[in-house]
């Protein structure tokens, strides 16, 4: 008897403890946490007709909308024919740069590349894409 009553003692408080943590855990998760976020003014860039062989160049416009340093620790690329510039400096809350992508097409067609960047934000990896078609030089 003195048994079941330990094991009933014992699953009660487990059962208490999971609840008190489950519920602690929640307030905590409601809270607005603050830090770098990025605000960007596209995502998506579409050259439209390009000619083959010619590099043609965009950029993405981003603002830290957020409280707190945004620092981009790595811009990689869906191949080596697209090459980004990033900024290496921390960029402060309410501060506007931009990422410069270069593309110099070789294949001709339609073509998506894709432009990853990660940082401390609140979403660490973010995807920038690039599109449009190649044509022979002269076609327009």
Do not use: R
Request: glycine share 8%; with cysteine.
């Amino acid at each position: 008897m003195k048994k079941q009553l330990f094991i009933l003692l014992a699953l009660v408080v487990a059962v208490a403890g999971i609840f008190a943590f489950t519920t602690s855990s929640s307030i905590v998760g409601s809270k607005t946490v603050d830090g770098p976020k990025f605000k960007w003014n596209k995502k998506v860039h579409n050259f439209g007709k390009i000619k083959q062989g010619v590099p043609v160049e965009t950029s993405f416009e981003f603002t830290n909308s957020g409280t707190a340093p945004l620092i981009i620790t790595n811009v990689s690329t869906s191949c080596g024919c697209t090459v980004p510039k990033y900024p290496k400096e921390p960029v402060m809350p309410g501060q506007t740069k931009k990422i410069e992508v270069k593309y110099n097409a070789a294949a001709m067609g339609n073509f998506s590349k894709t432009i990853t960047i990660t940082s401390n934000s609140e979403n660490p990896t973010t995807v920038l894409f690039i599109k449009g078609e190649v044509v022979k030089e002269g076609v327009k």
